[in-house]
């Protein structure tokens, strides 16, 4: 298929982007009770082989989720290590102290993997409320390493030269805190579902996802 797009449809795309980061910062917010902002979105075209390189190789804790409906592809939360630990601690209401050394309690990768699903779950509602569909996903899975190895640890990328990446910088608490969400929808399916949005869509109520928290 071919990949034209209008422009006017890809602003409301790139709205929809910056919308939905702003839920999953709101939502993080809530869970952390931490004041949480976004930073920067952006939205990139990347060769396939440049993906690593935009990630980076610096050690991180990914969690990411599978979308199982079209536009397909992956929302990967990346974290620091410090940061990932004071999150998981903050989820779990002061149940623990943060573990010691580079590894996670078992209470730490189920508190990151439960922050993750709420997470994707507010950003890929309100995407699918403008795209009128909806989107399945999959069971957040958590890694820690290189990030560009996290990378290879989602596997499953898409047969084309060109990756589509959302990348939005969330920080909580004054930037002390701070994740990075990168969604890689694959392309083609994306396209497909921009071609369908109405010009008449008001972003900023559609990506409202219902207050998942409650």
């Known amino acids: 298929m071919g990949l034209k797009v209008d422009v006017r449809k890809l602003d409301l795309f790139n ?9 999953v910062a709101e939502n993080l917010g809530q869970l952390t009770g931490l004041d949480a902002t976004v930073r920067t979105s952006q939205i990139n075209f ?5 993906v690593k390189t935009h990630i980076g190789d610096d050690k991180g804790v990914g969690i990411y989720v599978e979308l199982n409906e079209p536009p397909y592809g992956y929302v990967l939360f990346l974290l620091e290590p410090a940061d990932s630990k004071q999150m998981a ?4 209401g002061g149940m623990g102290e943060p573990s010691e050394g580079e590894g996670f309690s078992d209470m730490e990768r189920s508190a990151m993997q439960e922050i993750g699903n709420i997470m994707t779950s507010a950003f890929i509602d309100g995407w699918a409320n403008v795209l009128e569909t909806t989107i399945d ?5 958590f890694v820690f390493g290189p990030a560009d190895g996290i990378i290879d640890e989602m596997g499953g990328w898409p047969d084309s030269d060109l990756v589509f990446v959302v990348d939005s910088r969330i920080t909580v608490d004054d930037g002390d805190l701070g994740m990075t969400v ?33």
């Open 46 to 50: 990347l060769d396939i082989a440049d």
């Open 137 to 141: 996903m999959g069971t957040p899975n």
């Open 89 to 92: 601690s903050a989820m779990m």
């Open 182 to 214: 990168y969604t890689f929808p694959e392309l083609e399916d994306l396209v497909a579902l921009i071609q369908d949005i109405d010009l008449d869509t008001d972003v900023a109520v559609d990506t409202e996802a219902s207050d998942i928290l409650d």
């Open 15 to 23: 709205q929809m982007a910056k919308e939905g980061s702003g839920t």
